[in-house]
């Protein structure tokens, strides 16, 4: 194990000393995740998710939750009514809809049970976000209005008490507000029912969440090309043969390539991620943890591939020109370059059979919609299979000499 390690760390420094490699390591990504990002909208995060709201009750209590919602960082309120609410939900421009029906207003006025709509767009983590958002605001509206009626209602009982007695009519409204409160807030009197309607929408990622992870997968895969080579070149001078005339053993020769490959593209992640987080306004940190899990399962993806295709590869024109060719399809088919969310189910079910379009859901759902570790286990599972084949096929036709 420790003459691998020695191994991955010659393969590490002999690539970073490469000035070609400094380019495309970190360069190029930066330059291209700030062009897609200009072009597709610039701006460090998505907008809050689109919130059509139709006000069909027109009363205060209506008024107060949509004034509520309009100042939430979770949603972003789109007033709409009749045709023009059912037109924007048709066409798939809300994450989700909100039906405020009439009487609303008197219910929650009179403490009875009020009802809300939420029109959800099937399959949008955007609509369960959305339908949570109205639910929290809802339920604090119907437990500040009974509170405000028990005290009222207390005090006004105690009308007729001398004034020296205020310390204790303040006591008794408080003693009798508590058990509304609670009970406001283990049973609200607000019940929202979920309709579905349409696609998923408010999702589609922009700007540099869209570019920065995108241009990382891209360029991680083809700056393997460098790592690549110097595998070829081992080859081809024999300097693999004498390694093995060492105490190095086969699994450690293999090994230490692949522990290298991965050093260099989990120290690219750091690198990339740590400059969009500054000046890109991109958020990875919302989990640390889940960061991490889905670095490692892009390493994991990437290095294997990179062995693979070295160890398959004869020449250094044939591995520049596969890699250009891999690196290149599989970011577009993954959606690196533009959201799979605008294409077709066809187009999204081809990009989801390769690893680096699970990766790209689990990064951009962290910066996104704040994605924990139990979200990014599926891509985390799939990338741990794709690497495990890419890495027997790598030992399967590792060869050390030609």
């Given amino acids: 194990m420790r003459l691998a390690a020695i191994l991955a760390r010659k393969d590490l420094v002999q690539t970073v000393r490469d000035k070609l490699s400094f380019i495309f390591i970190l360069v190029m990504p930066l330059a291209f995740t700030l062009f897609f990002g200009l072009l597709f909208g610039g701006g460090g995060s998505t907008d809050k998710l689109p919130l059509a709201v139709w006000d069909a009750d027109g009363g205060a ?14 949603v972003r309120v789109v007033v709409k009514q009749g045709n023009a609410f059912e037109t924007w939900m048709a066409d798939e421009r809300a994450a989700a809809g ?3 029906p009439k009487g609303y207003s008197a219910a929650v006025a009179s403490g009875k049970k009020a009802e809300l709509t939420i029109v959800s767009t099937q399959g949008s983590n955007g609509a369960a976000t959305a339908a949570s958002e109205v639910r929290s605001l809802a339920g604090e509206q119907v437990a500040v209005e ?8 207390s005090v006004w009982a105690t009308r007729s008490m001398p004034s020296g007695a205020w310390d204790g009519v303040v006591k008794q409204s408080a003693t009798q507000v508590r058990p509304v409160v609670a009970q406001a807030l283990a049973h609200p009197a607000v019940r929202t029912k979920v309709v579905e309607a349409g696609a998923a929408a408010g999702q589609t990622p922009s700007g540099f969440v869209l570019s920065s992870p995108g241009m990382m997968v891209n360029f991680i895969l083809f700056s393997l090309v460098t790592a690549g080579i110097a595998l070829i070149t081992e080859r081809q001078n024999g300097t693999l043969q004498r390694l093995m005339t060492t105490r190095l053993r086969r699994w450690e020769l293999i090994g230490g390539k692949a522990a290298g490959m991965f050093c260099l593209t989990f120290a690219q992640q750091i690198l990339l991620m740590g400059v969009a987080q500054l000046f890109f ?6 989990d640390p943890a889940a960061l991490l899990v889905m670095m490692v399962s892009l390493s994991l993806v990437a290095s294997t591939l990179g062995l693979l295709l070295a160890s398959v590869l004869k020449s250094e024109q044939a591995l520049i020109a596969t890699t250009v060719l891999v690196s290149m399809s599989v970011a577009a088919l993954s959606g690196a370059w533009f959201p799979l969310e605008i294409t077709g189910p ?3 079910t081809v990009g989801h059979l390769l690893p680096t379009a699970w990766i790209l859901d689990g990064l951009r759902g962290i910066v996104v919609r704040g994605f924990d570790v139990a979200d990014v286990l599926p891509p985390f599972a799939v990338s741990l299979a794709w690497a495990a084949g890419f890495f027997a096929l790598a030992v399967w036709r590792f060869r050390l000499s030609d």
Wanted: without cysteine; charged residues 20%; hydrophobic residues 60%.
């Fill in 98 to 100: 909100l039906l405020i």
């Fill in 146 to 153: 009974l509170a405000s009626r028990a005290a009222a209602e």
């Fill in 346 to 348: 066809a187009f999204q």
């Fill in 61 to 74: 209590a209506a008024q107060q939750l949509v004034a509520a919602l309009d100042k939430s960082a979770a």
């Fill in 281 to 286: 306004g991109v958020d990875y940190l919302r």
